[in-house]
């Protein structure tokens, strides 16, 4: 059973830096693509960023919103997933779900339980 637990979350000011973790149990994690989401309120889950396995490597992607103030990174070793956040804004408060994604003949995608990230002015 995959389990995933993020942690790292809380209150922070604008322009300041969180770092969110995620560890994985439950299978091995090295071949599958591990990142973040996040969700306000009455909207919809969005995609903030992913570190992608193929068999050339890792490539991470990441939304619009937050190129160049988010790095997400992994640990193999660890069977984690991390998220630096830096010059956080107002918008960027939501919950913060870890995600991992197995490719395979059926697809099977794992999230977390969520990690409440609010940035205040």
């Known amino acids: 059973q995959v389990q995933l637990v993020e942690s790292g979350g809380g209150l922070v000011q604008t322009g300041g830096s969180l770092r969110l973790s995620c560890a994985a149990s439950g299978r091995t994690f090295t071949n599958v693509d591990m990142g973040w989401y996040r969700q306000a309120p009455g909207k919809e889950r969005e995609f903030v960023a992913m570190?992608?396995?193929?068999?050339?490597?890792?490539?991470?992607d990441y939304a619009d919103s937050v190129k160049d103030r988010f790095t997400i990174s992994r640990d193999n070793a660890r069977n984690a997933v991390y998220q630096e956040m830096n010059s956080l804004e107002r918008e960027d408060t939501d919950i913060y779900y870890c995600?991992?994604?197995?490719?395979?003949?059926?697809?099977?995608?794992?999230w977390g339980q969520g990690a409440q990230v609010t940035v205040s002015t």
């Open positions: 570190t992608r396995w193929s068999c050339r490597g890792y490539n991470s």
């Open positions: 995600k991992v994604d197995v490719a395979g003949p059926v697809p099977v995608g794992y």
